[in-house]
């Protein structure tokens, strides 16, 4: 494969830039070997320049797949706008200017092309692009190939067909977010030849996450209020178009300098919608999730959630549109469940079951011309089909062009499609095992969410985690581990600390089951408590549980004390309990290793005593009660503490040490030794500061 320029010169003369990113530098050098590559790269890692600088390297054209029109023409005109020749080819343009730029293509004008994927369900299109010398197959968003993907589009599954009709020239997959199964989705799709993998990390320590439980709309409004004074400039995502016009009201009668960004504005609404956002002549985008693909806005200082998303890779991806430039961000998740509702909807319209596809595939037959034609909105066979979900026949209709039942055309001189027959008079013969798994992977997808919700482990370490990085290390910025997780909790003391870990959890496996290499509950905790401290109770004895090799491995411990550590272990993302009409416990795939000594942990430890039971050889300390207003003076003292040595708050005293001090009140620094959390090293760093602190507030 002939080059043009060396990657470095290339980079430097295009980009201005005089060297890479992390992993950016061994993408580059695969890439130009030839190969075929799958890249897993975090948002603002740098994705693009993997495939922008080869390009520019390499002689022939790049096409560039990209699954939406206003991040085409952002990339468009930022690479025209370094001297790049570059177009893009999508729905916006009439087939003249479509011909014209393929007759350039030809020519060798463009080195890079962005193609929207629909314009490969074309024949002729296919036909032309014959004669274009293709360098390299770029598949951007590449986790839209897979059913399993967080947003899964059909028009997608037709890449690995018009790569052969290419010719099989090189491809590249590229994605923000992938977990394991959607990353061997890809590889089996676009039938990527002995490939390399480059999956850079999902961390994004510059960004701290939060997820705060609301109960009503007059709270969430108020935190909005405070992260937006707070932070100043960012992206508030809702699920609902009428929810993103709700807020974008509320943030203009705030007097912020807001845009408002749905679905349901035109093709020249949004654009010039998102170019004020992008010109930072608003400081705030309000939208559902469309928005921020491929924005390239680097001063975006938090993200906001205003309901929940339908899945963690959602969550993630959106979040990562803060803090591009590598500084801090902030991200907060305003979560009520009663919110699930609306993401419970979408999934239900996503995933239309075999009898609703057959009835409206049973009313375009009826309806059809004489040329299997149908000219219906998407409402007109909503209700001729009596489909209750209209976001249902949306669904159907992909299904259907999927499985070779029906096509879409453009209607000239409306703003609609038309539905052709393709098998006017057959059967519907499709895989109905297939769509009652993906719905159930969808459901599967928000019920992790909402295990992340409530989850009291490290947020970014529960999400590496999740995208299938082994003993990922807490963040220390997140809410969970400022809040005193991170600070209380720690690695076992000594072996016997370890063992009751694993035996805890030895009994939890031992009363689930493993369907498929997952872990399904079959009882709640009281139960395996029981079975674990020994108890030969008729419902233990029943169901045969004293039988167990478990039971009674944990009778020293106690019940209190095995209650504590169960909520400990849950906290730590060791054990979950699954959602249905009774609490069912069970493992996770982290909890599965540690039982088996294959992954460190981390634990708030069950306390042993109570605070008013400190005691040393020849003294008891006295307890005063706790006292709002000077813990808060502590966190206030700690917190400066913190920002002057530039570690998280916790590392200085968890907030159980803080409370000790508030009911303990020491008032020396020997009295301050026999608090629990306050360690020599600890002592000589901080200890006289909170002492002074507290003597000055009695």
């Not at 009835?359 to 089909?385: H, P, V």
Request: glycine share 8%; aromatic share 8%; hydrophobic share 40%.
């Amino acid at each position: 494969m002939a080059l043009t320029s060396d990657p470095l010169p290339a980079l430097k003369k295009f980009f201005g830039f005089d060297g890479f990113l992390d992993a950016q530098e061994g993408v580059v050098d695969q890439i130009l070997s030839g190969q075929d590559g799958l890249v897993v790269m975090p948002t603002g890692g740098g994705k693009s320049l993997c495939y922008q600088l080869p390009a520019m390297c390499m002689e022939g054209v790049t096409l560039v797949i990209s699954p939406l029109i206003a991040l085409m023409k952002d990339q468009v005109d930022g690479l025209l706008g370094k001297g790049i020749p570059a177009t893009m080819i999508n729905s916006t343009l009439d087939s003249n200017e479509q011909w014209q730029r393929i007759a350039a293509m030809k020519n060798g004008e463009y080195k890079l092309v962005y193609i929207a994927p629909e314009r490969f369900r074309s024949s002729s299109f296919m036909e032309a692009m014959k004669d274009v010398n293709v360098s390299l197959f770029a598949v951007d968003e590449a986790h839209c190939l897979s059913q399993w993907g967080h947003d899964f589009r059909p028009e997608y599954m037709r890449l690995g067909k018009a790569l052969e009709k290419l010719g099989m020239p090189q491809a590249i997959a590229l994605t923000a977010t992938a977990t394991p199964v959607v990353r061997n989705d890809i590889l089996k799709v676009l039938a990527l030849r002995e490939p390399f993998e480059t999956v850079s990390g999902f961390s994004r320590p510059n960004l701290s996450l939060s997820i705060v439980e609301v109960d009503k709309h007059k709270v969430k409004h108020a935190r909005l209020r405070e992260v937006v004074e707070k932070w100043k400039t960012g992206i508030v995502y809702c699920s609902t178009r009428k929810r993103v016009e709700e807020v974008g009201e509320l943030l203009h009668s705030w007097g912020i300098k807001s845009i408002a960004y749905h679905g349901g504005m035109s093709p020249d609404e949004r654009e010039r919608t998102q170019n004020t956002f992008i010109t930072k002549k608003a400081d705030v985008a309000v939208a559902t999730n469309a928005f921020g693909m491929g924005i390239d806005r680097s001063d975006v200082r938090f993200v906001l959630h205003y309901e929940i998303p339908g899945s963690i890779e959602a969550y993630y991806q959106e979040a990562g549109r803060a803090g591009r430039d590598g500084e801090a961000a902030y991200c907060e998740l305003l979560f009520n469940y009663a919110d699930t509702r609306t993401q419970e909807f979408f999934i239900d319209g996503a995933n239309p079951n075999f009898k609703t596809i057959s009835d409206i595939y049973r009313f375009l037959q009826n309806d059809a011309d004489a040329n299997f034609e149908i000219q219906r909105t998407i409402d007109e066979i909503k209700e001729g089909a009596d489909v209750k979900n209209g976001m249902a026949v949306g669904s159907a209709l992909a299904i259907l062009m999927r499985n070779g039942y029906v096509e879409r055309f453009d209607i000239a001189g409306k703003r609609m499609k038309g539905t052709r027959l393709l098998k006017p008079n057959s059967e519907l013969n499709i895989n109905q095992q297939a769509l009652e798994e993906k719905e159930k992977r969808d459901r599967e997808k928000l019920d992790t969410m909402v295990q992340l919700c409530y989850s009291r482990q490290c947020r970014q370490q529960s999400i590496l985690e999740y995208f299938g990085e082994q003993d990922a290390q807490t963040c220390g910025t997140c809410d969970i581990c400022i809040n005193a997780f991170g600070g209380e909790s720690r690695e076992p003391a000594d072996e016997e600390e370890t063992l009751i870990v694993r035996k805890a959890l030895s009994g939890v496996a031992r009363m689930s089951r493993k369907v498929g290499g997952k872990w399904e509950g079959v009882f709640g905790r009281g139960r395996i408590v029981q079975m674990l401290m020994g108890s030969r109770s008729q419902e233990i004895k029943r169901v045969r549980l004293d039988e167990l090799t478990t039971h009674g491995i944990l009778k020293s411990c106690g019940t209190a004390y095995l209650n504590e550590l169960f909520r400990s272990m849950h906290d730590a993302g060791l054990i979950f309990t699954q959602r249905g009409e009774f609490p069912l416990l069970t493992l996770t795939p982290r909890g599965e290793r540690v039982m088996l000594g294959k992954s460190s942990f981390r634990l708030v430890w069950p306390e042993t005593q109570s605070v008013s039971a400190v005691k040393h050889s020849d003294m008891v300390i006295e307890e005063f009660g706790f006292d709002g207003r000077l813990y808060d003076r502590l966190k206030d003292l700690r917190q400066k503490l913190a920002q002057a040595e530039g570690v998280p708050a916790y590392q200085i005293f968890p907030n159980k040490t803080l409370e000790y001090f508030t009911r303990l009140r020491p008032k020396t620094v020997n009295n301050g030794l026999r608090i629990k959390g306050v360690g020599e090293v600890k002592a000589e760093k901080y200890l006289q500061a909170f002492i002074d602190e507290i003597i000055a507030f009695d």
